[in-house]
């Protein structure tokens, strides 16, 4: 089984900057392309970024394009989010997300998730 498990969440002023983590345990870690999610109070649970399992590609909402980047060290077990020029919209918990295959851009086609961290990013 796969168990993913977020940290790095905290509070920030805007504009400033976060490191999100993500520790997975369970097999073939290079075989699972991952996935940010957020979700906001009240709002649907939003795609932020993915990458496929090798690392080679990458993929941003535009909402984060040029700010957020998507990263791994496949040797670690462990997926990053590096979160810079945030924004009081940047609010939200984060959710880490794994999927056996191709990465993919909706919430539907992960299979497995972490419980959140909260983002809390201050004006």
């Known amino acids: 089984q796969v168990q993913l498990v977020e940290s790095g969440g905290g509070l920030v002023q805007a504009g400033g900057s976060l490191r999100l983590s993500c520790a997975v345990s369970?097999?073939?870690?290079?075989?699972?392309?991952m996935g940010w999610f957020r979700q906001a109070p009240g709002e649907e649970r939003d795609f932020v970024a993915a990458i496929s399992g090798s690392g080679g590609s990458t993929y941003y909402a535009d909402s984060v394009k040029g700010r957020f980047t998507i990263s791994r060290d496949n040797a670690k077990k462990t997926v990053y989010l590096q979160m810079n020029s945030l924004k009081p919209e940047d609010t939200a918990v984060y959710y880490c997300a794994a999927r056996y295959g191709t990465a993919v851009l909706t919430a539907g086609g992960y299979t497995y998730w972490g419980q959140g961290t909260q983002v809390t990013v201050s004006s």
């Open positions: 369970g097999r073939t870690f290079s075989n699972y392309a």
